[in-house]
């Protein structure tokens, strides 16, 4: 039976996570979602993962939901629907909560909770063709479970106006509201995100956790006292760490 998503651990600390339904258009289903959250929760608990590269095979990152499926889910219950969006929930906060960086390489297109999951990676560059949807509204669907991820990359404002008219955001537009870090020719895609992983796997594991940790504590929390202690004694914690290793550096 042909593997839905693929895991190929490198030296170093890389773990590429690759989408493998490109017949579909790496169209995700409940099998497909499982398959990614069981393979997310297996890296999170490497502590040598320095980073993940989330990609798809094909054409197309991620054309949305897959038609069969949606036909198939027509005629259960709410039981089986509230199970699907537990599974979809799940997998977005574990790709936004995973200790390590995520990259994202887009090809193609990009649609429905697709582009959520796009905005729960840290990293994300994409070919100049690319293409965003947030195609719920255009059959009768909400984008619930992404509303958060979309809120927090895109805006409110511009989160309501794609996701109300489900108009095709380009490549160029994407990057202009922050949904994109780098646009890059689709045929330099892979040797651009391999350079760029390249860099960030030269840093320590402890330092690139820490780091993400750091930036997702002040994005998240109102910048009070509580939320500057917080920040105070994670600096100083590092910088003592740090000291210590040289410390015992220069002894042995």
Sequence with gaps: MKETVLIERRDGGLARVILNKPESGNAYDDELIC??????????DDPDIKLV????????????????????????GRAEHYQDAEQLARLL?????????????????????????????DLVLASERSTFCITESLFGQV????????????G?????????????????????????????PSDELDAVAEVLARGILARSVESLRTTKSVLHL??????????MESLIDCSTDVRSDVSENLRNGESA
């Design 53 to 76: 590269w989330l990609s798809g095979r094909g054409s197309h990152f991620c054309t949305g939901p897959d038609r069969q499926w949606l036909k198939r889910r027509q005629k259960v």
């Design 156 to 184: 409110e404002r511009a989160a309501k106006y794609y996701a109300l008219t489900g108009e095709v955001m380009d490549a160029y537009t994407a990057t202009r509201l922050g949904l994109v870090n780098r646009l890059v």
């Design 143 to 154: 984008p619930a479970l992404s509303s958060p991820y979309l809120i927090k990359v895109l």
């Design 218 to 227: 002040a994005a998240n929390e109102v910048y009070d006292e509580t939320l």
């Design 35 to 44: 398959t990614l959250v069981t393979a997310l929760d297996d890296l999170a």
């Design 93 to 121: 906060s574990t790709l936004y909560n995973f200790p390590s960086p995520v990259l994202l390489t887009v090809r193609g297109d990009v649609n429905a909770a697709a582009v959520g999951l796009a905005c729960c990676c």
